[in-house]
């Protein structure tokens, strides 16, 4: 089966269900694992360079709090008909992520033999675990596919245990730094399952702009770090726009050096089997509580630290 993912998540979902042997074709964004998409055909890109842009400047390329990207990536209609895929994987449910379904759904009229389409659009935790099955039943491995769910859904009941009974801390996690942008879909229940309390978010919530005021006020315990896109490196380089705020030496997530910066596209910001890790990873931040493999400093990092 030939395929063709034009979401960075689906391409998690390919590799976890071991058949990236299988991918024919991939997003820019598409990068992991690494070592095994080094070979397969890009067939997207960028309109623009957010490697030089500043948060302020990408957020207005996109299109402002309106998050209207329908022109934000081009498809290479050529290069998708000539790798003929036999499944295009998708979404609809952010046109700032990937390629816009209604320009998906127009390469795909082009095509002489049109394959088979699906989008996911999931906005839990229960959503994306389920997408491995969607995926897996349309592949052909529905068994492997129903065996990876039912792991990962026990490490996550094994976060929930290791942190059960403990303080619950007050969480503010920021997907976006200008404007300030506050992550809700599946994060607040990777917070909630890691024993944290959730502000300002809803989960499941497709969220908007917030102001630093509304961050103030919701007086954080914890404050996390994890802007869509971002390494924490990128992450790193652009932090004055949140410490040089004002008041934000006052606030109790400061006070209490409890400011972490995170790995966002690897475990929070795309909707893949990895945000079981980022639940893992969570424990470590809010309880100083390990689950599964050790957490390491390109995972979490606490700010003001080396």
Known sequence: MRIVSLLPAATDIVADLGLLHDLVGRTHECDWPPAALAS????????????????????????GAAHSGSSLYTLDTRALAALAPDVLLTQDLCEVCAVSYENVSRAVRLMVAGPRVLSLEPRTLDDVLDCL????????????????????????????????????????????????????????EQITTAGGDPLLAAPGEHTGPMTWEAVRAARPDVLLVLPCGFPP?????????????????????????????????????????????GAEVLAHVLHGVRSGEPVTESEARRLGRS
């Not at 397969?40 to 309109?47: G, K």
């Not at 004055?240 to 910001?269: C, H, I, K, M, Q």
Request: charged fraction near 30%; aromatic fraction near 6%.
């Open 233 to 277: 490196e990128r992450t790193l380089a652009e932090i004055d726009l949140l410490t040089s705020l004002p008041g934000w030496g006052e606030l109790p997530a400061v006070r209490a050096a409890a400011v972490w910066v995170l790995d966002g596209p690897a475990y929070f910001n795309r909707p893949g089997p990895r945000v079981v890790r």
């Open 40 to 63: 397969v055909p890009v067939v997207t890109r960028a309109e623009f360079d957010a490697d030089r842009l500043t948060s302020r400047e990408i957020s207005d390329a996109v299109g």
């Open 133 to 188: 099955v969607t995926v897996g039943d349309l592949l052909g491995v529905r068994e492997t596919a129903v065996r990876r769910r039912t792991e990962l859904r026990g490490r996550l009941a094994e976060v929930r245990r290791r942190t059960r009974g403990r303080p619950r801390p007050r969480v503010v996690a920021v997907e976006w730094l200008d404007p300030l942008w506050p992550a809700g879909h599946w994060v607040p």
